[in-house]
């Protein structure tokens, strides 16, 4: 076995005889890597593509480590800590290959770093910072030594031999958070270099693109196999991607486009992020096959520009794939082309909607329209247009290689396969989780997410970001399924779960919603355009202090409250779009679930979560104070009085409860109720 | 705010529009976020020009130009703070975060310091969730920002300069 160097890729040619080209194209090139060579045998060749598969496998003669590099890790003191290994490595005079994965999906472990030496399994070591980095090139790699106390677990790998001392260490897939999930999505994520094309391509990858071309069908048996599957559409909606493609795929009208949706907007969600900055070309693949299947040869990707890393590996991607002639003019000889760009957003949340993204993609304000006519009658530049968000992608590599029968055995019956979740939120174990469809969100929020962050009670979750809603202790029964969460009042949204302890007040949160919302307001119709101001306007004055209130204000108030709900459906009823239609739904939900919330917001004036600051008053426990003045010269309003070491004392009549106190308050002696 | 380009100004301008295909509608995003890389925001006065490469009148670039967040038709400061203001940032108290950037720079959000040092924004969700509440400056991720610990991380940036 040699050591492929990075210059030598799999998918280069393994001598003269192969004249794949993305001029000269070659129907085998794919087979041809995974199992090759196929047009001559010759020991050197076979020994050769041999040699790169197993690197591209991770099969090596040095040490390997990999580094999460994705958003999260990088945020999280990553980019700390490469630089101070690296030059360790160079003091110990290491051969050592590091490679810069993307994000497995264990954020709250994050940064995370793995090594693999050659023979043994990956161990895998959380919260690495540049001392404990140290320590693994020291203990581990220099000593050889199993650093049991820092790893988390270790990952199986080809290669590993049965006796590999790190076998005594707890396999990761163990781990209570990774046990219960089924990845299919995320299978890549985290263990390959996303800018290596044929890291992807020796695990599989693009074998479902050689099979669909293989059967020379244009692409009717993907369409089939999708259809079979169930597959539902991951951006929110749940629509059957199948009907959507075959819908396309009817049209008559050339040329056709397909669009992946990557404007991932909605707070609180990152699953899309991830995937293209850890596996894009399972991104790229499943559009591939989309295209063959409604007939369209060109493609957009519509990302959001605060992607900057995933934008930059999408481009990348896209470049190898045209050099080794996988994207372009007639792929494989096959006759079929597919042209995909990357078009990046410039920050509209209304960009999310099918049509306010043509719009964008078009060069105009990212406003929606009325439908009908459907994207997929008339579309981008009044062409049929199909558009899929980029998980929907992801699953039809997996659909197309093990049939759609196979996807449809996971999940319920009317909502198939597995869902990616970005846990986020006041819970242990946050981060990416693909759980099958569905697995209760008290599974998940317990048994996968660990539970409630420092033990506090469960108070909601709230899933589906700004269109989605809160759900209860009551309702952790209801199934992950689009269409129990539809009945429960939420919705499946984009995979966005955010998790609230009893801190958080839910009249608090449907404000933050309906001020996004507000701002997020394209502004087209007038439902939306001032329905949700006047809701924000409500709100707003339900948490307001009370002290400077007239009679008439107070009229407003109650009267107001009434109206909500009434407000609430017309919008509902009356938007033009997905935004506006559902942008009551966090008010409306919180309304159904915690009502007694709202009551003693506006009739007893209190907030019981403690979150509404300008309901509380502020006061000073005299035994607890230890007279620092700390807060007193922190206070805005010059509210607070008292000598050195002597108890303050909070004016009520000048203070305006910002809070200031209690949060520099270092011995917690301010009090708010 | 003139009418006129400077000569300077055009020049620059022209480089940047130079590899964009004219007349085509849908390369007006595009050409903007290049203008704005360059200038840090989009000055008025470009406007005009880039319609006309474009093929659009200027007041439809206008329109694109003030309808996505991105875009800036204002100078920003030295160093642009980013307050992320998505769910999981606002459970975790983000909100009081956001005030306490703002009481720290005098200014509110959108709005930059006199001494032109600092520019405070706020961002819907920068997706990164799990080190929340998250604060960029110039790009830089600072996770699990405390209010307290707002001066400190500004004074790095401060004496950087």
């Known amino acids: 076995m040699t050591t492929a160097t990075t210059a030598i890729s799999l998918m280069d040619a393994c001598c003269s005889r192969c004249t794949h080209s993305p001029q000269t194209p070659c129907a085998q090139y794919l087979d041809c890597r995974a199992h090759g060579p196929l047009c001559h045998t010759d020991p050197a060749c076979t020994a050769a593509l041999n040699a790169r598969r197993d690197a591209a496998m991770h099969i090596a003669t040095r040490p390997i480590i990999y580094v999460g590099a994705g958003t999260c890790g990088l945020a999280a003191g990553m980019d700390q800590v490469i630089p101070a290994m690296q030059k360790a490595l160079t003091e110990h005079g290491l051969d050592v290959m590091v490679k810069e994965v993307g994000c497995f999906g264990l954020c709250h472990r994050e940064p995370m770093l793995d090594v693999k030496k050659p023979g043994r399994p990956r161990v895998c070591f959380d919260h690495v910072d540049v001392k404990k980095a140290l320590a693994i090139v020291t203990r581990y790699l220099v000593n050889d030594e199993v650093p049991a106390d820092l790893s988390m677990g270790i990952i199986a790998t080809p290669d590993a031999a049965p006796d590999s001392p790190e076998f005594a260490l707890p396999n990761l897939y163990d781990l209570p958070v990774l046990v219960r999930q089924r990845r299919i999505v995320l299978q890549n994520c985290g263990l390959i270099d996303p800018d290596a094309l044929d890291e992807y391509v020796a695990r599989g990858g693009y074998g479902a693109l050689a099979k669909a071309l293989a059967a020379g069908d244009n692409g009717e048996m993907v369409l089939n196999e999708v259809l079979k599957a169930g597959l539902r559409g991951r951006g929110g909606g749940g629509f059957p991607t199948g009907r959507k493609w075959q819908l396309t795929r009817a049209q008559q009208n050339t040329p056709k486009y397909l669009v992946c949706n990557a404007d991932e907007g909605d707070p609180g969600a990152f699953m899309d992020r991830s995937v293209l900055e850890g596996d894009p070309h399972r991104v790229i693949e499943g559009m591939l096959l989309g295209a063959l299947a409604i007939g369209a040869d060109h493609g957009y990707i519509y990302c959001r520009a605060e992607y900057p890393l995933a934008i930059k590996r999408l481009l990348h991607s896209i470049e190898e794939l045209e050099g080794r002639g996988l994207l372009g003019d007639n792929i494989l000889g096959s006759g079929f082309s597919f042209h995909l760009k990357v078009k990046q957003g410039a920050g509209a949340f209304v960009c999310g909607e099918e049509t306010a993204l043509l719009a964008s993609i078009e060069g105009k304000r990212g406003m929606p329209r009325v439908r009908p006519p459907y994207p997929a009658q008339s579309g981008l530049w009044g062409q049929p247009t199909c558009i899929n968000n980029v998980e929907t992608f992801a699953n039809v590599a997996a659909i197309v290689d093990h049939g759609g029968a196979a996807f449809a055995s996971v999940g319920t019956e009317r909502s198939k396969g597995t869902k990616v979740f970005a846990l986020t939120g006041t819970i242990k174990l946050g981060g990416l989780v693909e759980v099958p469809m569905g697995m209760t969100l008290r599974e998940v929020v317990f048994d996968v997410g660990g539970g409630i962050l420092d033990d506090r009670p469960f108070k909601a979750v709230q899933i589906g970001g700004p269109s989605g809603g809160c759900l209860p202790t009551a309702m952790l029964d209801t199934l992950v399924d689009y269409d129990s969460l539809i009945a429960a009042g939420a919705m499946m949204g984009s995979g966005g779960l955010v998790v609230m302890d009893d801190k958080t007040c839910m009249v608090d949160l449907a404000r933050f919603f309906m001020e996004f919302i507000r701002n997020e307001s394209c502004g087209k119709c007038i439902p939306c355009r001032e329905g949700t101001t006047r809701m924000l306007e409500i709100l707003e004055r339900i948490v307001r202090p009370y002290r400077d209130e007239d009679t008439e204000a107070t009229l407003q108030r109650f009267k107001s409250v009434i109206m909500l709900e009434e407000l609430a459906q017309v919008i509902r009823d009356t938007s033009l779009c997905g935004l506006g239609q559902t942008a009551p739904n966090p008010v409306l939900s919180t309304l159904r679930y915690f009502r007694d919330e709202y009551e003693k917001h506006v009739f007893e004036r209190t907030c019981p979560a403690g979150a509404c600051r300008s309901l509380l008053t502020f006061t000073v426990n005299a035994e607890k104070c230890k007279g620092c003045t700390l807060c007193a010269r922190n206070c805005p309003a010059g509210a607070i009085w008292g000598a050195s070491k002597q108890t303050h004392v909070i004016d009520q009549a000048k203070c305006v409860h910002c809070g200031v106190c209690m949060d520099v308050c270092r011995f917690d002696a301010v009090l708010a109720q | ?161």
Not at chain 2, 105 to 111: A, S
């Open chain 2, 1 to 161: 705010m003139s009418t006129q380009l400077c000569s300077c100004t055009q020049e620059k301008l022209r480089e940047i529009l130079a590899p964009f295909p004219a007349g085509r509608r849908e390369m007006l995003i595009p050409v903007l976020q290049a203008v704005q890389e360059t200038f840090g925001y989009l000055p008025e006065v470009t406007l005009d020009t880039i319609g006309a490469h474009i093929g659009v009148s200027p007041a439809k670039v206008y329109g694109v130009a003030t309808f996505y967040n991105q875009f800036r038709l204002q100078p920003v400061g030295k160093h642009i703070v980013r307050v992320c203001r998505g769910t999981a940032c606002h459970v975790r108290g983000s909100k009081l975060l956001l005030d306490a950037v703002g009481d720290a720079l005098g200014v509110k959000p959108g709005e930059t310091t006199p001494d032109g040092a600092f520019t405070l924004e706020t961002v819907a969700c920068l997706g990164a969730c799990s080190i929340a509440p998250v604060v960029t400056v110039d790009g830089n991720f600072h996770g699990a920002v405390q209010t307290r610990g707002v001066g400190k991380m500004l004074d790095t940036y401060r004496e950087k300069e």
